[in-house]
Nanobody, 115 residues
Framework: QVQLVESGGGLVQPGGSLRLSCAASGNIFSIYAWAWYRQAPGKQRELVATITKNRNTDYADSVKGRFTISRDNAMKTVYLQMTSLKPEDTAVYYC?????????WGQGTQVTVSS
């Protein structure tokens, strides 16, 4: 059984920064690629960033150069450092393996970018 707990969201002004964390339970963390996804109101969930077990990363064009994904296998945690935030980054952010397993979706963490 895998449980994911996202944290670190909040309200931030445009141009600000946030660091999201996703803590995983269970024993699968190190063998999978992990990703951050987000879902804005009225929109489908979208892939934001991916990190493989070899720490190769990939990003959606909309966040490239602003967001950085990283992982700590010992802590079973994946991070998303977000800088230069824009109002269009407002969404609930989720982590999951890549590609996602429907059983693993957590509650997510709300990120709101507004002045």
């Amino acid at each position: 059984q895998v449980q994911l707990v996202e944290s670190g969201g909040g309200l931030v002004q445009p141009g600000g920064s946030l660091r999201l964390s996703c803590a995983a339970s269970g024993n699968i963390f190190s063998i999978y690629a992990w990703a951050w996804y987000r879902q804005a109101p009225g929109k489908q969930r979208e892939l934001v960033a991916t990190i493989t077990k070899n720490r190769n990363t990939d990003y959606a064009d909309s966040v490239k150069g602003r967001f950085t994904i990283s992982r700590d296998n010992a802590m079973k945690t994946v991070y998303l450092q977000m800088t230069s935030l824009k109002p269009e980054d407002t969404a609930v952010y989720y982590c999951n393996i890549a590609p996602p397993d429907e059983r693993y979706w957590g509650q997510g963490t709300q990120v709101t970018v507004s002045s």
